[in-house]
């Protein structure tokens, strides 16, 4: 029997070491839950933490000092233990505004500390600061400077971190048979995740010496500021111990397991340092920068900045004998990572051209709706429920249908409306289907047959992230994921997909790109796409009528009453790019609900087609918007269907859906192979809309 993952309340999980400890924990086995008022950080960071840890990843946006808003996550959530992380932390600011310093992180601490007893939650990482210890080279000899050093901060922002610390101590001295506290001192925290999604995103001008680095090395900032040379150091620069702040989120976990390993009957309240013991100058960090991005980084040599003292290195022996951690990476390794952070998001997580708004009336993070390219003349809203294509805008005109929020989305007999069809788009006779020997039935939800993937469809499954980027002027991509394990499926083996959205505001076009994997078994897949498009919405929005079609080729897969395919491909009535003239869809007919294939010669076998060239296989054009639709697509046929059993909000005939994927059914026939995804392979696929 597996016992369950303990649950970490993170607060302040959405920022710099917050998010970088919750990638640690969740490699850890711990569950997370983030708490953070996202004054100074943003929701984006948690929505790439659930594609990175591949976790769901409950937020709620409140300040600590919101008793009742705090109170509801205690209800809601059973917390084994709390990393607090959430806090104001600018030396300089601090100065500018001490009343706020004192109140939003000592009463955040207190609302926090008070919740905790209530509820019975006596775990608390808390996160320190070497700058309780103010100036260490004020004493002959605290140099590497030990937790005993006597404290005495120079700043507000100090001030508060150790009345913090005494307030720890205090409460942990009322019970000291219960309450447990890790109070760990950081050092110069510096870096970023290596796979470059999470990082430091400072708002305005950045205080600390790398930011603000990465900043004149993306061009952003004109050059560095070095803050005096005259100190008595090496080169006359100040002496700090640098920390990879992935070393420093895996201190945390270090110092939760030692929290927990404690005697049960038996409280504690301690602090570490979380240093590396080895201090760099200002001038060797620059050179490690500039080694890194290979960018001779412009400096100048200015005036010392107030508060700066000489040296603050840590000596870190107490951490590394009791918690049995130490740095592992180095300064080189922390540039490293900084650099690939800075280049794949030179602006942090907040993109011009990218909205988000909620997807439920109570403001639940849970259900997003992102909107890429907003403000341009071509923009894709998606929702995380099903990675759904929530609206496509051309020119400011909406040509799909679609639901105002989550609800019209999660309604029954919702048609599946712009949604990420999975696993297996299209049916599957009778639900039944054999691999590796095994008989697996599905849930009949489509006359005799399974569509859609039946009752584990992915339409009403939320997917995690999304990634957001802008890598180029007109491109914005949104990259979601999820891991449909099989334990929850009808299907065989979990598999683990992506939903990459790309919009080229210049070119129009929206790229879907699928991938997937499984593990333990191999399971049949087919993903598409399931936008109902309406190229007239704007006139005359409750018909497809007028629309003109043209498609690759009249070829399409036979089948009976039970729209079971026959065995046999036949023409249908359809206009190709052979035909002078499109088929023009009136009210009621043509009627199609067709699997039309691209090379009838062909029997698929790659169950990846996604380095296959885009082919245009279907065009839609509407007279009197004079909007033109295309589809391309690397996959060998395409379902065009005119929306004949639209309901649930909409009448048929409203939307018409072009479906590229594999051939319906084709689990159970010649064409098996295409769409089975075996252990160590990786299925894909693409589809362009291209608009003119
Ligand atoms: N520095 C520059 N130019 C800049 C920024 C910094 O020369 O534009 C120098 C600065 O003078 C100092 C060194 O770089 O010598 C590091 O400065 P910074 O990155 O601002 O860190 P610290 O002043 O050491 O303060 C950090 C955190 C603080 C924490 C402390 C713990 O900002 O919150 O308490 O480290 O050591």
Partial sequence: MTTAAKKVLVTGGA????????????????????????????????????????????FYKVDLCDAEGLEKVFQEHKIDSVIHFAGLKAVGESTQIPLRYYHNNILGTLVLLELMGKYDVKKLVFSSSATVYGDATRFPDMIPIPEECPLGPTNPYGQTKLAIEHILHDLYNSDNKTWKFAILRYFNPIGAHPSGLIGEDPLGIPNNLLPYMAQVAVGRREKLFVFGNDYDSRDGTPIRDYIHVVDLAKGHIAS??????????????????????????VLEVYRAFCDASGIEIPYEITGRRAGDVLNLTAKPDRAKRELKWQTELDVAAACRDLWKWSTDNPFGYQLKGIDAKFGTPDEEFDGRFVTIGAGSRFQATIANLGATLADLKVDGQSVVLNYKDEAGYLSKDSCYIGATIGRYANRIAHGKFNLNGKDYQLTINNGVNANHGSIGSFHVKRFLGPILKNPSKDIFTAEYALVDKSENSEFPGSLTVTVLYTVN???????????????????????????????????????????????????????DANTIPTGSIIDRDIATYNDAKPTVLGKRSPDYDYCFVIDEKEVPTEVNTSSKKLKLVTTAYHPDSNIKLEVLTTEPSYQVYTGDWLCAGYHPRQGFAVEPGRYVDAINNKYKECVTLKPGETYGSKIQYRFS
């Fill in 15 to 58: 920022g710099y070491i917050g998010s970088h400890t919750v990638v640690e924990l969740i490699e850890n086995g711990y569950e997370c839950v983030i708490v953070d008022n996202l004054c100074n950080s943003s929701y984006d960071a948690v929505a790439r933490l659930e594609i990175l840890t591949k976790h769901h990843i409950p």
């Fill in 256 to 281: 939760l397991k030692y929290l927990d390993a404690q005697d049960q009957s038996q409280g504690i309240c301690r602090e570490w340092n979380l240093g590396s013991g080895t201090g760099s100058t």
């Fill in 505 to 559: 505001v210049a070119t129009k076009t929206l790229d879907i790109e699928y991938t997937g994997n499984v593990e333990g078994e191999a399971t049949p897949i087919n993903m598409t796409n399931h936008t109902y498009f309406n190229l007239n919405k704007l006139n005359g929005p409750e018909s497809i009528e007028g629309t003109e079609i043209q498609v690759i080729s009249k070829k399409s897969i036979d089948v």
